[in-house]
């Protein structure tokens, strides 16, 4: 395992991968539900090769607090229309940020607890716009998955794999509204992820 991690930390190969076992497609299903003039933050954006296929114009946001990974997206996509942090993604950043249109939790949910999905969601909601809305994407339990589908969500690094159900309660708790989906037919190797776009914030924010 460390030496996949090491192997991960050098960027191409790590594009690489993702492009190999369809993740990227993943991704690119995500980043559909952005229009052109929207403002993005990217919870978790690693070296956001994906930038390239965000409809412009965007004003994007990314957190990662692997460096390489942060250096690497800055070098090639920083800019007046681009920043990107290394860090943690927590109050004091979030109060730095302009209101945002879309905040992307790509693959990060089912790494966290609920008490820490419960923080991470509560403070997407904070920052978002009027009519924002917050796209995740987790691999996942569900019941039309078939053996190497399943094997691939017991097998996943993340500790916290749920079914639909239990990801739709958790976002239920800082949403009124919260639309999700089975996505099985993007990557090469079978395997069950669970989409939420989620709206309407329902904490003291909101009021």
């Known amino acids: 395992m460390e030496g996949l991690k090491s192997v991960l ?7 690489l991968l993702q492009r190999i076992v369809g993740a990227d497609r993943l991704r690119y299903r995500c980043i559909e539900e952005i229009r052109p003039g929207e403002t993005v933050l990217d919870v978790g954006c690693g070296p956001a090769y994906y930038f390239p296929r965000l409809p412009q114009p965007v004003k994007y946001h990314g957190f990662d607090t692997d ?4 250096d690497w997206a ?12 290394c860090g943690i993604f927590d109050e004091a950043a979030a109060r730095a940020l302009p ?3 879309v905040v992307l939790l790509l693959g990060l949910l089912h ?21 924002g809305r917050v ?16 094997w691939m969500s017991e097998n996943d690094r993340g500790e916290y794999v749920r079914e639909p159900a ?12 919260v639309e999700g989906k089975v996505v099985n037919d993007a990557t090469h190797i079978p395997a069950s992820y669970w989409m939420m776009t989620m709206t309407a914030p329902t904490g003291s924010w909101a009021e």
């Open 67 to 70: 460096a390489p990974y942060i």
């Open 111 to 131: 790494h966290m607890s609920d008490e820490q999905c419960t923080e991470l969601l509560n403070l997407s909601a904070s920052v978002l716009s009027p009519g």
């Open 166 to 177: 239990a990801f739709e309660k958790l976002a239920l708790q800082s949403f009124g509204q």
């Open 135 to 150: 796209i995740s994407l987790d691999t996942c339990f569900e019941p039309t998955q078939g053996r190497i589908s399943r």
């Open 99 to 101: 209101q945002i249109d």
């Open 74 to 85: 800055e070098q090639r996509f920083g800019g007046e229309n681009a920043s990107f942090h």
């Open 9 to 15: 930390r050098h960027v191409p190969a790590y594009v």
